[in-house]
Each structure stands twice: as C-alpha cells, then as structure tokens.
C-alpha cells in the first residue's frame, strides 16, 4: 500500500506494509531524528507533529495519516538557523544527551503556538508523556518560557 505526506513541507510517497507504523515508515525512510523508545506511546520520544498537533508516531498507523503533514523537529529549525525552542533549550541546559529532546521541543513547539503565554501548570499538563531521564524537567520549563518570549519579542 502506497502513502503520502508531506514531511517537512517536502511531498514523499512510501509504500508500507499492512499496520504498519508511523515511527518505523519515518525511520526506514531516513527520518533518524525521530526517536523510537517505547513502542506503547508512554515515553514521547518518537513524537511528531501530524496536521500541527503532537502525536507519538509508535502507536500511529502509518494508513491513517496519509495524506496529512507530519513535522519532525528538522522542519521548525537548523543548525544554521535554530528554532527559539532550540535555542532556549540549549541556553537553559535543558538537553543532556538528546534522546527525548526532539519530542519535548516538539510538544512545547505545538503548545506555544495555541498558547503563547502558557503558565508553568500549561507547560506541565503539556510535558506529560515526553519522560526525560537526564535532565528532569525544571530545565526543560525554563526553556519554553524563554522560548515564549523570545516568540513574543520576535527573536527567532
């Protein structure tokens, strides 16, 4: 069976087997900055964002979403010119060894653009599902605060 996205505003077309999912099309495609952890949609590593709302790709049917837009963390920054997410996780110490990091970006990258202002409750509820082992999460707090109003000053 034949799918297409869009993935990071590029079109692709994969062919995939029959309940397949999302992660595993992603990663055999070359998408390795989508994470694979838990395969139950507990730990948020593999998180992406379908339609602009954040999903754990593992538990996603790969069928499902044809057709929709799916966003990694390469399609909101680069190296070159980071996200201010990136760049505020890098400046608050909130990425230690990276695994969970693009799924957490990503989940804060989704709350910050339906609620600019989000309190530390927000980004709380937010976070829940995205396990961070390294660093805990007050950084990671911080960092989306940051981020927040640098949005809001236009630096990014």
Same mark, same amino acid.
């Given at each position: 069976? *034949?799918?297409? &996205?869009?993935?990071?505003? *590029? *079109?692709?077309?994969?062919?995939?087997?029959?309940?397949?999912?999302?992660?595993? @099309?992603?990663?055999?495609?070359?998408?390795?900055?989508?994470?694979?952890?838990? &395969?139950?949609?507990?730990? /948020?590593? #593999?998180?992406?964002?379908? !339609? /602009?709302?954040? &999903?754990?790709?593992?538990?996603?049917?790969?069928?499902?979403?044809?057709g929709s837009e799916i966003t990694t963390?390469?399609?909101?920054?680069?190296?070159?010119?980071?996200?201010?997410?990136? *760049?505020?996780? @890098?400046?608050?110490? +909130? @990425?230690?060894?990276?695994f969970c990091t693009p799924g957490t970006i990503l989940v804060a990258y989704?709350?910050?653009?339906?609620?600019? !202002?989000?309190? !530390?409750? !927000?980004?709380?509820?937010?976070?829940?599902?995205?396990?961070?082992? #390294?660093?805990? &999460? @007050?950084?990671?707090?911080?960092?989306?605060?940051? +981020?927040?109003?640098?949005?809001?000053? /236009?630096?990014?």
């Amino acid at each position: 069976m *034949k799918v297409r &996205y869009s993935i990071n505003g *590029k *079109k692709k077309e994969f062919e995939i087997e029959a309940g397949e999912v999302l992660l595993d @099309v992603l990663r055999r495609n070359g998408y390795f900055e989508v994470k694979g952890n838990c &395969y139950m949609g507990t730990c /948020g590593t #593999c998180t992406v964002l379908i !339609d /602009g709302l954040p &999903y754990t790709s593992c538990t996603m049917l790969a069928a499902k979403v044809d057709g929709s837009e799916i966003t990694t963390i390469k399609g909101i920054g680069t190296l070159q010119n980071p996200h201010p997410l990136q *760049k505020a996780f @890098v400046e608050k110490g +909130a @990425v230690q060894c990276g695994f969970c990091t693009p799924g957490t970006i990503l989940v804060a990258y989704a709350l910050l653009k339906s609620n600019p !202002d989000p309190t !530390d409750d !927000d980004i709380k509820k937010m976070l829940d599902g995205n396990l961070c082992r #390294c660093t805990g &999460y @007050v950084q990671q707090i911080e960092a989306i605060k940051l +981020a927040a109003k640098m949005l809001k000053k /236009g630096d990014g």
